[in-house]
């Protein structure tokens, strides 16, 4: 769609005549915009206010809980829409209602009808593998007939800024490590890596870049692999969270892992070094399962929005007996009187049947994989268990 230019302007705004284009003997008057342009901060507000306008005039409904959200239709048959800058996503469950809303947005907007979603936001969508962008990144950074390697860092890797290795170009670094985070949108396999990488980018040294090619060769060694989606009628939400301890060598403060999984594979996952520093395994797991409860409601209600509302509390796996005591256990006492305040509400939503803290053991704990490095055979179990996969295997979905 040529977007922007549909967005009416609120503002008063003027702009030269263009080069070339200029009337003779009016060299200095200027246009006044009627619509918006490509380049003013105001293009994206006021697309966005017109589109919103004609959807809602649709009879679609905005997610309260994802303004790009839209939705129209019941349980059976329904339309969502999602808005990106100048894209719009469409899909639904009935082919009729999305071919319909297709012929009622050309009749006011121009647009082109691409098909099939196959590539958006760096992610190749495809039945069978999706290798387009991890090909330009190997390319770029001249890493493409290196060798690959079974697993992105060794496991008993120790990173810190206080090393005596040489500096390296920050520029390069930080090119390197952003192509590599736009790439865990699909790949949770390599996202503590990344995170942890990305802790380095105002002081690299050959050390961290060593690491960081060493994920390129893991990746050039898993270039098929992805998220696996398939077919699935057990539509429950459940998650997994995990955290280490004191695992930064230059703070040591935690870090935080957790993933969803809803149908076939993982959907949602984070791995993020915690603002304090925990006094105990159990307040370092405790921070971390607060923040997966907090993940736990966001999803909740886009699936209220999306008619897929869960009828029971939602799980979140954690292998720490001492979190579950504690969440549910109203008393404070020596070992939890410093926690912050916030972190209580877990016991609020468990009250309410919301959200369920279920013990799981070590071995099946799936957020493992985004706390710490891990042995090959653990880290190819659990990033088997996200649903990672090469997309050339001959298991059918």
């Known amino acids: 769609m040529s977007t922007f230019l549909n967005g009416f302007l609120e503002e008063e705004i003027y702009v030269e005549q263009p080069e070339g284009f200029a009337v003779k003997g009016q060299e200095d008057d200027v246009y006044l915009l009627k619509k918006a342009l490509y380049g003013l901060k105001q293009a994206p507000r006021a697309w966005y206010n017109r589109i919103d306008e004609y959807l809602m005039k649709f009879g679609f409904k905005r997610s309260l809980n994802e303004a790009t959200l839209y939705i129209k239709g019941d349980e059976i048959n329904f339309v969502v829409v999602s808005i990106y800058a100048d894209d719009l996503l469409v899909t639904g469950s009935n082919e009729e209602l999305v071919r319909k809303f297709k012929e009622d947005m050309k009749q006011i907007f121009w647009m082109t009808d691409l098909g099939e979603m196959t590539y958006f936001l760096g992610i190749e969508i495809n039945q069978k593998n999706g290798e387009k962008y991890v090909k330009e990144i190997l390319k770029k950074f001249r890493m493409d007939e290196c060798k690959s390697v079974d697993t992105p860092m060794c496991q008993k890797e120790k990173l810190s800024k206080k090393n005596e290795a040489e500096p390296v170009d920050e520029t390069f670094y930080r090119s390197l490590v952003g192509c590599l985070m736009y790439l865990t949108t699909t790949r949770p396999d390599i996202l503590h890596s990344i995170s942890l990488l990305f802790r380095f980018t105002n002081c690299a040294t050959e050390t961290h870049l060593t690491v960081a090619k060493r994920v390129l060769r893991y990746v050039k060694g898993t270039l098929n692999f992805g998220i696996k989606f398939c077919a699935s009628w057990d539509y429950v939400l459940q998650g997994y969270s995990d955290s280490d301890w004191g695992g930064s060598l230059d703070d040591l403060k935690s870090t935080s892992g957790y993933c969803f999984l809803f149908g076939s594979c993982a959907f949602s996952w984070c791995c993020k070094k915690q603002n304090t520093v925990a006094q105990s395994t159990a307040e370092a797991e405790f921070t971390a399962a607060s923040a997966a409860v907090n993940q736990a409601l966001w999803l909740g209600k886009m699936l209220v929005d999306l008619n897929m509302k869960q009828d029971r509390c939602t799980k979140i796996f954690v292998d720490n007996q001492v979190v579950i005591s504690i ?7 020596g ?18 049947g919301t959200i ?42």
């Open 327 to 333: 969440s549910n256990n109203p008393i404070f006492h």
């Open 335 to 352: 070992k939890t009187k410093h926690f912050n305040i916030k972190l209580f509400f877990l016991r609020e939503v468990q009250k309410e």
């Open 356 to 397: 369920s803290l279920t013990y799981c053991k070590y071995e099946l704990q799936l957020a493992d994989i985004f706390t710490k490095p891990l042995l090959r055979s653990k880290f190819e179990f659990l990033r088997e268990k996200l649903g990672v996969c090469s997309n050339q295997s001959n298991e059918e979905c």
